[in-house]
C-alpha cells in the first residue's frame, strides 16, 4: 500500500511561485503514474496534472498548462509541483495521488491512494 504525504505549501502573493511535493512510501512508485489535484472549498475536486510512471508522458489542466510542471524522482520517491505565476484561484488544498492501473486518466475514481492535502493559499 502506497502512503503519500504533501508538503510545502502556504500563502503566496499573486504572480509569485510555490513548489510542493509528495513523498511517497511503501512500495516503488514508480509502477504506479502520479497526479495533482485541487479542492477549492465549496467545488469538486479538480485535475492539475499527471505524469507516467517514468516521467516520460504529462498532462495538464488548461488552467495550469504552461505555469506549472509536475516532475518525480523515482529513486527518492517523491512527486513535485511547481507553480508559476500563481493567481488567486489557484487557491485550494492541492492533493497527490497515485494510480496503479495502466491507462492514464485524469479522473478522481482512476487514483487508489491519496495524500492528506496541503493548503496553498494566493493573496490578490
Known amino acids: 500500500q502506497v502512503q503519500l504525504v504533501e508538503s510545502g505549501g502556504g500563502l503566496v502573493q499573486a504572480g509569485g511561485s510555490l513548489r510542493i511535493s509528495c513523498a511517497a512510501s511503501g512500495p516503488p512508485i514508480i509502477s504506479y503514474y502520479m497526479g495533482w489535484f485541487r479542492q477549492a472549498p465549496g467545488k469538486e475536486r479538480e485535475f492539475i496534472a499527471l505524469i507516467s510512471g517514468s516521467g516520460g508522458v504529462t498532462t495538464y489542466a488548461d488552467s495550469v498548462k504552461g505555469r506549472f510542471t509536475i516532475s518525480r524522482d523515482n529513486a527518492k520517491n517523491t512527486l513535485d509541483l511547481q507553480m508559476n505565476s500563481l493567481k488567486a484561484e489557484d487557491t485550494a488544498v492541492y492533493y497527490c495521488?497515485?494510480?496503479?492501473?495502466?491507462?492514464?486518466?485524469?479522473?478522481?475514481?482512476?487514483?487508489?491512494?491519496w495524500g492528506q492535502g496541503t493548503q496553498v493559499t494566493v493573496s490578490s
Open positions: 495521488a497515485s494510480s496503479a492501473r495502466t491507462a492514464l486518466s485524469q479522473r478522481v475514481s482512476a487514483y487508489d491512494y
